[in-house]
């Protein structure tokens, strides 16, 4: 069976630090590792990764892929009271020449303190 | 575009009954996928289609649940009968290709008592 384990399950820090979220996996036919952001609403979408050991950035976010660890991490700097949410990871998984879906993660709850 | 729109937004519904959850995808996008969010097990696939076909319906617990796509434009999951187990936050999400972003709608907070 296909496993996302994200951690922490919950972090609280204050306005302007600097935070990483960890995402680990063991699937089979991997094909994409992918973040998203939920708050109130719905997910939305920050990075996908494919590629180990090539950083992807926007803004204060940051997340690089290592799949000899199977891993990823989210890193945000100088955090603001806007990044509270519910930080998933998902990971893609495909045999032969489609993609299977996404398995999510259970989330890192952040919250942000000002 | 609107983007994803799902109906109802909240449902409180009896145990036994019936439930139907509705989802219209972002024109143009080929595949729809169902997820359902709950505390204990976070953010599960249900189900996915591509143009119109069922995929993979792994993820779907049990009998009780199906999901059709009658056309491009229009989704719907079905629950029958419903249990006080199924209640969590349904989303529907649809993208252009399996390689792209994803899209959520706002989901469907359900409750069945």
């Known amino acids: 069976e296909d496993k996302v384990v994200q951690s922490p399950l919950s972090l609280v820090v204050h306005e302007g630090d600097t935070v990483t979220l960890n995402c680990s996996y063991e699937?089979?036919?991997?094909?994409?590792l992918l973040w998203y952001k939920q708050e109130k609403k719905a997910p939305t979408f920050l990075f996908m990764l494919?590629?180990?050991?090539i950083e992807k950035k926007s803004g204060r976010l940051s997340s690089i892929l290592d799949k000899k660890e199977l891993s990823s991490i989210l890193n945000i700097t100088a955090t603001q009271t806007g990044d509270s949410a519910i930080y998933l990871c998902a990971v893609e998984v495909g045999s032969g020449g489609g993609a299977d879906g996404l398995t999510f993660g259970k989330g890192t709850h952040l919250i942000i303190q000002p | 575009d609107a983007g994803v729109i799902q109906s109802p937004r909240h449902e409180v519904t009896e145990m036994g009954q019936e439930v139907t959850l509705r989802c219209k995808p972002i024109?143009?996008?080929?595949?729809l996928f169902w997820y359902r969010q709950t505390m204990m097990r976070g953010l599960e696939l249900l189900i996915y289609f591509n143009n119109n076909v069922p995929i993979d319906d792994s993820g779907m617990p049990e009998d009780r649940f199906s999901a059709k796509m009658p056309n491009a434009s229009f989704s719907t999951l079905k629950i029958q009968p419903s249990e006080p187990r199924d209640s969590a936050v349904y989303f529907c999400?649809?993208?252009?290709?399996?390689?792209?972003?994803?899209?959520f709608g706002q989901g469907t907070r359900l409750t069945v008592v």
């Open positions: 024109s143009g996008h080929d595949y």
């Open positions: 999400a649809s993208s252009a290709s399996m390689r792209s972003e994803a899209f």
């Open positions: 494919t590629s180990s050991g």
């Open positions: 699937v089979t036919n991997f094909r994409s």
